[in-house]
C-alpha cells in the first residue's frame, strides 16, 4: 500500500471490500502465505461497467459455485472498482492457487498470480445480492446505518 | 406450533449454523442491514421442498438487485445442501443443522416425520435486526407464501428501513 504514497509509483488505482486487508489491530489478522488471483490490468484502458452483464455474470458465478469451488481455501474475494461506476477487475485470495484457471472473473481481464500475506478471511456473502451499496466494490458494503 | 417467540414483532433468535460449505455462519450476520426471507425446509428428499425452493430461486433474480437476501434452514448435512443448492441453481445460502441443535429450542419439530426429524416448514420474513414481520406455517403447502407475498413483505419492511424510500 505504500507504494500509493509514492507520486513516481506508475499504476492504476483500485477499491476493494476495506475488510479483506488484513489489520491486526482492527481483528483482520493475515493470512499468512496466501495466493492472490489478480484479474485486472495496468492498461488504463482496461474498465467496464459494473453494471455490464459479463460483470454480473461473473458475479453470479461467484455466489453459484466459485465460493463452493474454492471451499476452505478461500481467503476472501472484491471486484476492484475505479470509481462508483467502473470495474477495473477482481482478486481472488486463497490458501491454495489451484482453482484459480476457473475464476470467473478472469473472463474479463486476464489474471496474475502472486504469493501475499497482506489479505484477511472474509465469508462470502450470503446472496443472492449482486447490486453495490453506493458504488461500493461487491460485495462490500451495506445500507445499514453506521 | 413454533415457539410462542416466533411472532411478528419479537426478535427471531441468533442462529448459530454452518452453511452448506460448512463454514460457521451466525443469522445476525447475514442481513447486512437488508430484509431477509428465512425458510426452514424439510430437506432435500420432499418433493413440497424441491417445489418451494425451485420457487425461491425463481425470486432471487429480483433479488439480486432489490437488496433482499435469502436463507434456508434444514437438516441436511452441509455437503448435501451444496449439492442440493448447486442442482437447484440457488445463489444464496442454506444453513446446516444435521445436529438438530436449534430444531427443539424453536419448537420447529415435525412430529409427523420420524424417519427423518427434519423441520417444520416455516417460512419468515425479517427486518435486518432479526424482528418478524411476518410468519408462514407451511405444512400444509398452500400455508407457504406466494412469491407475491414474499414481495409484499420486502416491499413492507424496505419502505420501512430506506430512508430515501421516497426522493
Known sequence: MAAYADWHWRGRRFGIDPRCLADPAAGRPAVLGAWAHVCASPDPAAQVLFDSTEVQQARRDALAWWFARLGDDLVCLSTLSLDASYYGGAITVARSPDAFADDPFARIFGGTVERTDAFARVLPPPGPVLERYSGAPWPAGSFAPA | ?167
Open chain 2, 1 to 167: 406450533m413454533p415457539h410462542s417467540s416466533l411472532t411478528p414483532g419479537k426478535r427471531f433468535p441468533d442462529l448459530d449454523l454452518p452453511d452448506h460449505e460448512g463454514r460457521p455462519r451466525r443469522l445476525a450476520d447475514l442481513p447486512g442491514g437488508d430484509p431477509l426471507v428465512l425458510c426452514f425446509s424439510r430437506g432435500w428428499w420432499c418433493p413440497k421442498e424441491q417445489r418451494f425452493l425451485r420457487a425461491l430461486v425463481e425470486l432471487q433474480d429480483e433479488f439480486e438487485v432489490a437488496y433482499a437476501r435469502i436463507v434456508v434452514v434444514s437438516v441436511d448435512e452441509p455437503g448435501v445442501q451444496a449439492a442440493f443448492r448447486a442442482g437447484l441453481g440457488a445463489r444464496f445460502l442454506f444453513l446446516s443443522d444435521a445436529e438438530r441443535r436449534w430444531l427443539g429450542p424453536l419448537e420447529l419439530e415435525e412430529t409427523t416425520d420420524t424417519t427423518h426429524a427434519p423441520y417444520q416448514p416455516y417460512v419468515f420474513t425479517l427486518r435486518p435486526d432479526l424482528t418478524i414481520h411476518a410468519a408462514y406455517a407451511g405444512y400444509w403447502s398452500f400455508g407457504r407464501p406466494t412469491l407475491e407475498e414474499l414481495r409484499m413483505d420486502m416491499r413492507a419492511i424496505s419502505r420501512d428501513i430506506r430512508p430515501d424510500w421516497e426522493l
